[in-house]
């Protein structure tokens, strides 16, 4: 290693210098204990250095101890307790951030009633897991031209929105035309985006949204599931794309640029 004299930066601390030492003047020491000495003759009888040895490993025991202990206790036990508004503690469901005050009703301005249905590919929709996204509901029947002239429109925005809008389609009078989801699948619109439901015979979808025999209609909520429009009557991809920025910037969004 090079080392000239004691000290030295060079050292590894090996202690071979103790035993090659003329003059036995190196050696180990923890305070006035000497973990290791010069293995000189006469230097040391052989009870007294057990008894340091003994001592060395002793004081490297309870080091290594409270190394052990003081990893445990930072890392398993001495957790520091959270914040009380932390992100963690502050998890609420969309439903519940998103919560509105306004009376329930299907006129502009009231939040719609929340309802559940089943979707044609047999999954379940609940309207109040869709809080925080604008929700835009369609009255159509296969029998209605224009009807089926404006749901591509409705596909185009979902496409257009995937994370920020929910379009829902409904198939209503469903006593006049039986084979909705036969129709729904000849034409491809089983593959989209766009949730399609048949109204059951009691028209539950229908008096949410205060429905009637006019096809087709429109229902937009805002992010609060509020009503901003309900009209029946076609819509174009314009209109439609006009109402869903309507309905952001009431929900207190930016709008679509």
């Known amino acids: 290693m090079d080392v000239r004299q004691v000290g030295d930066r060079e050292c590894i601390s090996c202690g071979k210098c103790m035993n090659v030492c003329a ?4 050696s180990l020491r923890c305070g006035k204990i000497t973990l290791k000495g010069p293995d000189l003759p006469g230097n040391e009888n052989t009870a007294e250095k057990q008894k340091r040895r003994t001592a060395a490993r002793v004081i490297w025991g309870v080091l290594l101890a409270l190394l052990v202990f003081a990893v445990i206790w930072f890392n398993f036990i001495d957790v520091p307790a959270e914040e009380p508004d932390t992100p963690a503690q502050m998890v609420v469901t969309a439903e519940e951030s998103w919560k509105s005050d306004a009376p329930v009703g299907f006129d502009v301005g009231q939040q719609l009633a929340d309802f559940t249905c089943t979707l044609t590919d047999g999954s379940e929709f609940r309207l109040a897991d869709t809080r925080g996204k604008i929700v835009i509901i369609n009255q159509w029947a296969t029998w209605c031209t224009p009807c089926v002239a404006e749901l591509p429109f409705f596909e185009q925005l979902q ?18 035309t039986p084979d909705a989801v036969s129709f729904i699948r000849e034409k491809g619109w089983d593959t989209w985006q766009v949730r399609f439901a048949v109204d059951p015979e009691d028209t539950p979808l229908l008096r949410a949204i205060g429905g009637g025999a006019s096809h087709p209609r429109t229902v937009v ?15 174009s991809a314009n209109k439609l794309a ?6 952001d910037l009431s929900s207190g969004g930016k709008g679509n640029d």
């Open 242 to 247: 006009g109402l869903f920025t309507d309905a």
């Open 159 to 176: 496409e257009d929105h995937p994370d920020d809008v929910v379009v829902l389609a409904f198939h209503s009078w469903p006593e006049v």
């Open 221 to 235: 909520l805002n992010r609060r599931g509020e009503v901003t429009y309900n009209e029946p009557g076609s819509i």
């Open 23 to 26: 003059h036995g003047a190196i």
